[in-house]
């Protein structure tokens, strides 16, 4: 083995600990500290009134939400309560930590409700003013003007509201948007930035799409092969691949030497970093 598998690995909660908790909740983010995670990792949509607010669509999911009267939300409904036409004082009457998840049936269940990005710099300064955020920009092409604001001012509100809250040095922005990392680095040259690609891309050519290189290379997981782990460390690149749940592969990924996991499930990994 080429690198000691029980390196330094940063272990990143994904949407807080989505297997124990429910998503993107305050509740999660506050078990993901406690557990020990190195990096919360979290999405983000803008409300009406221009408030970075921690969702993984921008718009109510039927999947993890019930609506202000505990009701159902169906598929053809759920775009309709679209996060950037809501107020925050809105988007909480939505129940989104009730309802089963049946991809996570042991999530501990509990009212809960879409905080803002503030809410949990807010809850990390209390819990662990170290803990660092992973923070994905969720926007496509199709959404610009629609369900968030255009590429340059969505990134705009993101970057006041980091440095409003002084956590600069603790965040890292990622998007499987380009557009939206272009912009990142126009306005905050500085800005660690990870390269977020799908199942359905290349990581060679996610990568020769992006005008510069980013600090971190964030691919589905089952993209990565030892080898290329590898060189890619070799050329500068952090390699922090996401969602993995399982032991096993936790494991595979620890022994190829990757510099951070992103799980739903970050207490499977502290517990194998610790044997």
């Not at 988007?91 to 049946?102: A, E, L, Y």
């Not at 290349?202 to 691919?219: D, R």
């Not at 500068?236 to 499930?265: A, R």
């Amino acid at each position: 083995m080429s690198c000691n598998p029980k390196k330094q690995v940063d272990v990143q909660g994904h949407r807080g600990c989505r297997g124990l908790l429910p998503e993107n909740s305050l509740p999660a983010f506050e078990k993901a500290i406690e557990l020990g995670v190195q990096t919360l990792e979290l999405d983000i949509a803008i409300t009406k009134d221009r408030e970075v607010v921690v969702s993984h669509e921008p718009f109510m999911s039927g999947v993890i939400c019930f609506d202000p009267e505990n009701g159902e939300i169906s598929e053809e409904r759920n775009r309709a309560y679209n996060l950037f036409e809501m107020t925050h004082e809105e988007i909480k009457r939505f129940d989104c930590g009730s309802k089963f998840h049946p991809t996570y049936p042991k999530q501990e269940k509990l009212k809960t409700y879409k905080p803002l990005l503030s809410e949990v710099f807010e809850l990390a300064k209390t819990k662990n003013p170290n803990v660092r955020f992973n923070i994905e920009i969720k926007s496509k092409p199709e959404y610009y003007g629609k369900y968030t604001p255009h590429p340059e001012a969505y990134v705009k509100i993101v970057l006041n509201e980091i440095e409003q809250h002084e956590v600069f040095k603790l965040v890292n922005l990622q998007s499987f948007d380009l557009a939206i990392l272009e912009e990142v680095k126009k306005q905050s040259p500085k800005m660690p930035v990870a390269l977020l690609i799908d199942e359905d891309e290349t990581i060679k050519g996610k990568l020769q799409a992006l005008s510069y290189k980013p600090e971190i290379i964030s691919p589905y997981f089952k993209l990565l092969s030892q080898d290329q782990i590898k060189d890619y460390q070799s050329q500068g690149y952090l390699i922090i691949p996401w969602t993995i749940n399982e032991e096993e592969d936790m494991k595979t990924m620890l022994e190829w030497c990757v510099d951070g996991i992103i799980t739903d499930y970050p207490d499977r990994l502290i517990n194998l970093l610790s044997e």
